[in-house]
Every structure is written in C-alpha cells, then in structure tokens.
C-alpha cells in the first residue's frame, strides 16, 4: 500500500494542524478537538489519523500503510514533551485513549479503547506519581478488560465472572467499593482470563498495544453494527453516510475521572434534544471514566446537581456551553472529565435531537442572533417533521418495552390496541368504542374499512410501498409492514411471534417509526404543535419554488392536508370512493352486468355519491386545483374472495354464487398490475368514464352555482400511447359539454385534462403524448415498478439483501432512483416541454413526499409535488431546502 501524503494530525498547545482540514478527512471527532484547541477550550492533547488510512487499510488487505506507525511514534513523542510524561514509563507514564470518528456520527457503533499504555511496571509508577494505588489498578484492570474485549475479540462476561469473584470475596456489590488489593488481585485475574482466552500474556509494550488498537479502531468500521446503522441511515435518507471510505482514529492524552471524589466524568448536550428547551441536558457521574456513563454500569446524577459537588467546574462547563454554541451555531453534544477539580473537553459534535426540538432550536436561534432565517430552514431535517405531526411512545415507557420482533418502518407513529384479523371485525369493534390493531397477511383495497376503523396496522408480508403502508401514510396511521417473524391463524384468531400467542384479547404496541412491535400497552405521548412549527413553515414557504399538493381522497383528507399547508390536490384516488357499503354493491354490480344498459344502470347509482364526494373535496380545496384520477385498479379488486364473502354478495345481490364465481374467473389475470386497468378500462368501458367525468362537471358546476371555485383537474391514468390519450381526452371533453347541456350551465368551467405518467414507454414519447396533455403527473410508483422489474409488493423476500450488499443503495420504492426512474423523469419533462413548453408537471407517487426525490423533482424543473397530508410540512420544507441548496 502507498504511503499517504500526510497521515497523522497533531491537536494541542505546541501546535494545531487539523484546524482547516474538512471533516472527511478528519472524522468529526478529529476536527472538533482541533478546533477546541484553536479557540482555547481545556482539551488534552493528542493526535488523529486520518479516514484515508482507514479505506487504505481495507484496500491493501487489512494492513497499516508503510510510515504510518513512524507518524504515530512523532507524534507521540511531542505529545510526551508537551506533557512532560514518556509514554509507558515506569514513574509518571502517559497513557492515552485510542476511538474512532467518523465523518458522520454513529455513537456506539465502533470501538474505543482506554488507559492505553499501562503494564505490570507503569501501572506501579502511576500509583507511586498520583499517589493513589486504588487509581492506577482500576485503570489497568479496564484496560485488560477492554483491551481483550475490542482488539482480541474477548467475550465481555468472562471478565464480569472474575469481578464477580473478587467483589464476593471482599463482600461488596459495587465496583467502587473494593479496595485496592481487590483490584490488584482483579488484574492479576483478568491477565489469566486474558491468557485463556489468546494463548498469549497481555502484551506489556505500550507501542504494540497502541499499533493493535489503532488496527481495532479500523476493523470496528467494517463491524456488524456499523454496517447495519451506515444501511439504515442511508434508508433513512442520510446520503452523505453511504459515500464515507472510513473512520478516523483520535489518539488522546487521557485525563481521569476515577482519581477519586474530587474527579467525575460526564456527557451532555447544550440543550435538551427531546423539548429544545435552551438548558443543559445531562449526567455526570463522581469518580468515574466515561465508559461508565454511557453504559450503564452506574447510576447517574443530572448535570443539574452538579454544582453541589464542584460549583467552579459546573460554572466553567456553563460557560463552555455557551463558547460552544457560539462557535458552532448549534446544539451540541459533548462528554467531558474533571480530574481533581479541573475540567478537560474530551469531545464536541453537532448534537442529535429530534424533529420537536430540531424546530425551536432551529427558531431560538434565529431569534438569539446566532443563524438566520435561511440557516433554520436548511437545519431542520425535512423528515423528522413526522415526530412533530404524530403520537409517539414516551421514551421511558418505550424503553422498558417487550419487543417481540422487527418489521418494516412502514408509516410512522405509535398505536396500542387489541388484534383484530378481518376489516369487518375492526370495524365492528372500533363502532362498540375498542382501540384496534388490524392485524393481516397482507391488505387489499377490500380491507379499507378496517384499515380506517384501526389505530393501527400490522402485516406479516408486503414492502414499504405496499397498499397497507401507502393507505396508512396517507392516512397518518401507524403501520409495520411486512413482519415475518408474526405467523397468522386466520381461523384461530391468534398471532404467534417468536412462540409467544397472542389472540383477540391481547393488546399489542406498534411503533411505525421503528417497525418494532411489542407485547402489552406502552405508554403514548400526543404532539404539540408550538407556534415554532408554523413559523419554520412561513420561512419554508417563503425560500421554496415547487408547489406542494396533496394525495387526498375525501373532504376529510383535503381539509387536513389544507391545515398542513397544501396547495392543491396532485392525486385523487376515485376507487378508494367505491368501498363503503352502500356503494360497493353497485359497484360489483356493474362488474357482474353482461350488457352496456346494465353497466349504466348501476353506475348511473353510483353517480350520486361520486357527485357528492367531488363537492366536498372541491369546498375543502376551494380556488386550489384537484387532480382526479380515472378509474385505475382492475375490476376483480372490488369483488371478495372466498367462499363466505361471494355467498354473502350473492344473497345481497340476488345471484347465484356460481354467477359471482363465473365472473371472478373471466376477471382473473395472470399479472393484473399490467393487465386490464387504468385507461385500458375506458378504453373497452367507456361509459365508466362518462360516469366519473360527469359527476366531476356536475359536482363543479353546483359549486360555481354557489360561488366556490372549483378546479378540477381530470387525469387518465396508465397511458403509454398517445393514440391512448386523443382518444379518451375526446371522450372526457365530449362528457363535458353533454353534461354542460344537460344542465343547462353557460358559465365557463376551468377543467384541464392530462396524465399520469407511470410507463416508460410514455417517457420515451412524451413529446407525442404532450400533444393531448395539459398537464403531466409522473406516478413514480408504477414508474419505478416497471423500470425495475420489481413487484411492489414482493420486495420484502429480497429487498434488505439488496440493500445490504449495496446492488441498490435504498429502497427505489422510498427514494427515487434517479440515475434510472429520475433519468426517465427529466426525459419526460424535457420531451413533454418540446412540444408544450408551458405544460404544467408534477409528481404524485409516494416519492412525492421524500425529500431526496423531491430535492431531484426541484432539479428537473417539475412545477409540483404531490404527497399524504401528514407529508405536506415534510414537502414544504425539503422543496425550500432543494431551492436554498441550488442557490448557495
């Protein structure tokens, strides 16, 4: 392996080298030390190797490159001058941390070792330097311990048995309490484990260890863990974590928090990331090193009491506080020593909070002076909004929890009820006043009125695009999609996870945003929505270009989604209006009639709930336009299946099951998401269409009477030929003036007529379509569905592989695939503008609320996005961040 140019960078008061180097290079740990040390914050010093080694590392086979340990030794050698310390020396050695840092923060996922640099002799000189013999031994003890754990791979417990021993034998029950012949007799048993467990003496030479360790450092990257948090930050949208090559290592002076009562160890954040409150949130704990902290060995105290135990160190760390968040501009997380009554900085970064407290700190530090206005919209993560619009568990409820298992994160929240198995159960009991969970292999349209009677729902198969988790999104309705390890008995009405039963009577906690599912009732916290919220929106609005639009169905999703700020209905699902009781008989009805007269007749029934649903929808969005979809889905979704449902149709529609039977099999397709739907239905049903298209104009024509502007916006769905679209667009605008006549209305009607764009084939000639389209929708689920060869669907058998050895980066059906789906996007676009350079363009698939897809949708030049109302403030804020990042 080549040598890099430099690789090592050294932090402390003799000099500063990585001050203006870029956190890429040297992790955001690396970066942060040096530059506390540039602006005078107590920090020990020490030195970082760079992430380039690390991907060197892995690329030449797992070995160090040639004069990296000759860096490491210089610097270590000035770090012995600046503290007067030799490293491994047996009267006063200096001993150092070895952890790693990341370009992007991924706490707890790799390794750290402390105390590094102690052996047999130094460990006797640093009791003899500090005088304080309990000291050095405690320190060389977490050393083996650690030592053996991160770079030999030792199994943890078998030095938790040796401890046990040694605290039974001096009769005590914590670590602090045993003396220090106990920890000299604990250290001579954790070589032996040591021993045990390597087949080789716990090395005594301080650069050996520190080579090793460095070598440990790099290995964790490529760990179990990180692996798994680098895929799941990616799936969540976190692009930057997928390009880094490595981690950096920071090899640090160690200060000590367990000299005693006089030292402590703590870790905190400026403000409080759960609420954003503007104070100090944290713990510290008296006579102890960090790891105790954050793993849970101990007990300890908030940072608030702090002052009654060391007022000038509480008093100092205040003021860095306030040094920090000046510096930074932002909330921070950091960890901090105080040995013998002096405070050291071990480590600053940009601290996690979630969306509630992302949104006041972002507004508080408007208001303090500190970013402006622009700086908030772009700090704000745009999908962490959905902690602010849903339920969440209350974070100590959710940590003591009973996981059973892990599901798909499918739509966000929290919901606790008992298992319902049929969506006529769900309904039935949610109308007698009980809290449901819905609990299916898989959901139908069929199942839509147990999906909107349930608090939430859970299936055992189907991706994260699948009709359960897209209905549940638009809904705002907490969903776990496609977990596996939940096995149904439909006739038992029993769930088994993992061989605990579950049944009827049982209630179940979901947790949408995680995808886990628990046993029992877990505790739930509402959303408060501050005035922070709206005023992050107004600022969001102001900076973006796209519009944003609504998926809505019904009144209710239009008025709510006009709440969160949408701007217009993108998608308006007409089959989701078919499914309720009174309406769904005429409508498999109309699926059984064997002539035209007969079709009419049972949808001229239908007509009138349509009319009344497109009024409504109209007045909730009034003077904003509504796109409405066509008919789409195949006919035989609306028709049941199994025996007892078709014996039930039949006897309320007065047929005979073999004639409900008959028809099923005529309907039936081999592949029915390429079969007979969307326009193809017009095409061979045209009076299906006249129906819709009428209802539409006589719903806009009452409102007009009444003074709402209603703009409808009628859109034909599944067109890949423009001989497609000139014929049914005739047939829309013939309906149109029929009905005009027919009731008699000479006033002027704005309806434009257009597409949903969801074949390739359509992208490919978008310049032909164009010609009878006034506006473009792209449909970038059926989109990516087609381009990739993937059943929506079906993607849970294979998909996480895929993601995990890379094939594709994130789920497509999440996230746009831009390089294949985007590339046939822009082509549309630009095809579609050479023919009508003002068409009007947009997106309504459920990358319409993602704010990667919508980042790409702002580059390509679409006019809107379309998404679930409980997304519109997740669109209003990524469409103002793809405008900012553009223009920056």
Known sequence: MAKASKMVYYFGKTKTEGRKESKTLLGGKGLNLAEMTAIGLPVPPGFTITTEVCDGYYKAGKKLPKGLMDEVNAAVKTLEKELKKPFGDDS?????????????????????ILNLGLNDVSTAGLAKATKNERFAYDAYRRLINMYGDVVMGLEHHMFEEAFDKVKKKYKVTEDTEVPAEGLKELCEAYKAVYKKGTGEDFPQDPVHQLQLAIEAVFGSWNADRAISYRRIESAKGNTLIGSLVGTAVNVQAMVYGNMGDDSGTGVGFTRDPNTGQNKFYGEFLINA????????????????EMGKWDKAAHKELMEIKKTLEDHYTDMQDIEFTIEKGKLYMLQTRTGKRNGIAAVKIACDMVKEGLI??????????????????LPSFKPTARNAADVLCRGLNASPGAAVGKLAFTANDARARFEAGENVILVRRETSPEDVEGMSAAVGILTSTGGATSHAAVVARGWGKCCVAGASEVVINEKTKKITVNGRTFGEKDIISLDGTTGEVMAGEVETQEPKLSGDFAKLMTWADKYRRLAIRTNADSPADSKRAREFGAEGIGLCRTEHMFFEADRIIHMRSMILAETEKDRRTALKKLLPFQRKDFEGIFKAMAGLPVTVRLLDPPLHEFLPHGDAAQKDMAKELGVKVAEIKSRSEVLHESNPMLGHRGCRLSVTYPEILEMQVQAIVEAAISCAKKKIDAKPEIMIPLVGTAAELRILREKVLETIETTKQAKKFTGKLDISVGTMIEIPRACLTANEVAEYADFFSFGTNDLTQMTFGYSRDDVGGFLPDYIEHKIVPVD?????????????????VEKGRSTKPKLKVGICGEHGGDPASIDFCDSVGLDYVSCSPFRVPIARLAAAQATLKKSS
Do not use: W, Y
């Open 92 to 112: 006063n050695p200096l001993l150092v941390s070895v952890r790693s840092g990341a370009a992007v923060s991924m706490p707890g996922m790799m390794n750290t």
């Open 289 to 304: 090193q960090g790891e105790d902290v954050v793993a849970g060995i101990r007990t300890p105290q908030p940072v608030s």
């Open 372 to 389: 402006t206005e622009k700086e908030a919209v772009m700090r704000v993560p745009a999908s962490d909004l959905t902690h602010c619009l």
């Open 812 to 828: 497509p059906f999440q996230s746009l695939d831009t390089s294949g789906v985007g590339q046939l996007v822009a082509m549309g």
